[in-house]
């Protein structure tokens, strides 16, 4: 799909752009998180009436009758059921001094995925699931994973696993004002064009969601961060959500950004608040 893009750029755009609503959600100058939230589920209403929030749960599955039909045949044997196993081993395994995750992940790390991402207030930074997972890692001196899949995707795949139908709960205390500029930054990367395309995040999953970009119906925006990691089969294996954010910057031409950077973990920071409620359901697959 990527490449489909890639090889056309002028004239999918157009394509694209053909008909499309050029106005964005009112964006407010200061920072209302929670007005910010009504506005999004308000558009996302208005495209779809006939779904309920959890529905947003399952991506574009959820607005694609056909593609629902091979997701749920699939999910019968799910593709990401060995990543679970090799998670939860993985998981268990002792550093080489001894200590485990349990020992430094909130709850011992079991049912808190659907709490990431977090603000740390000591750190003054967006952590993320994975960010902890490394954290983790270093204070007990192993070398960091990398962020895009393999065993990072494994471990992600098992502490999902044990969050799963927990609804997303992502707060941002009022009380640090470094939260809510990491929100507010997330929220501007999300609606700010950019690449040679020009497209902002919001330009395909928010004004076109519904619509056929080529061979893809594009997805809401609201339950895009519910399902992590997946299998996608395009990729052949499992792979994180910044794996998919990097992707999409692809698509566009834009300047890549590293999995883990404070841009992405802002970025999913903000969709996360969106998508406040919605029941985890990772991993996942997709196609
Ligand atoms: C050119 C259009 C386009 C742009 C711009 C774009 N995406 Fe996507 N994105 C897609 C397509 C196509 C898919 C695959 C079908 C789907 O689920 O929407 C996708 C899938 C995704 C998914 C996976 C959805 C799922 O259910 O697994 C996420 C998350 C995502 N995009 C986030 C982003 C973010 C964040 C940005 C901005 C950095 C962005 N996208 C920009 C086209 C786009």
């Known amino acids: 799909m990527a490449a489909k893009i890639l090889n056309s750029t002028l004239s999918s755009s157009a394509l694209l752009l053909s008909g499309l609503l050029w106005l964005l959600p009112a964006t407010p100058s200061h920072a209302d998180p929670l007005q910010d939230q009504q506005d999004f589920r308000q558009h996302y209403r208005q495209l779809f009436p006939g779904l309920t929030l959890p529905d947003y749960a399952e991506g574009v599955y959820a607005i694609d009758p056909i593609a629902r039909q091979s997701w749920q045949a699939i999910e019968e044997f799910p593709p990401y059921e060995a990543a679970i196993e090799q998670g939860e081993a993985l998981f268990n395994t002792p550093f080489k001094n001894g200590r485990r995750y349990a020992d430094c992940l909130p709850d011992k ?7 990431y991402p977090r603000w740390d207030r000591a750190k003054g930074e967006v952590i993320t699931l994975a960010r902890a997972v490394n954290d983790c890692r270093a204070d007990n001196r192993e070398a960091p994973l990398p962020y895009e899949k393999g065993d990072m995707a494994s471990l992600l795949a098992y502490l ?128």
């Open 109 to 115: 790390g079991i049912a808190i995925a659907h709490e």
């Open 160 to 287: 999902a696993f044990t969050s799963r139908e927990k609804p997303i709960t992502v707060t941002i205390p009022a009380d640090d004002p470094r939260a809510l500029a990491a929100y507010q930054q997330g929220k501007d990367f999300y609606y700010q064009r950019r690449g040679q395309l020009n497209f902002a995040c919001a330009t395909c999953h928010v004004q076109n969601a519904g619509r056929q970009l080529r061979s893809e119906i594009l997805s809401p925006s609201l339950g895009h961060t519910s399902h992590w990691p997946t299998y996608r089969l395009k990729w052949g294996e499992m792979g994180t959500l910044h794996r998919r954010f990097r992707e999409c910057l692809a698509q566009i031409k834009a300047r890549p950004i590293p999995a883990q950077s404070p841009e992405f973990r802002n970025l999913e920071y903000f969709l996360s608040f969106m998508s406040n409620g919605i029941p985890t359901n990772g991993p996942s697959t997709r196609k």
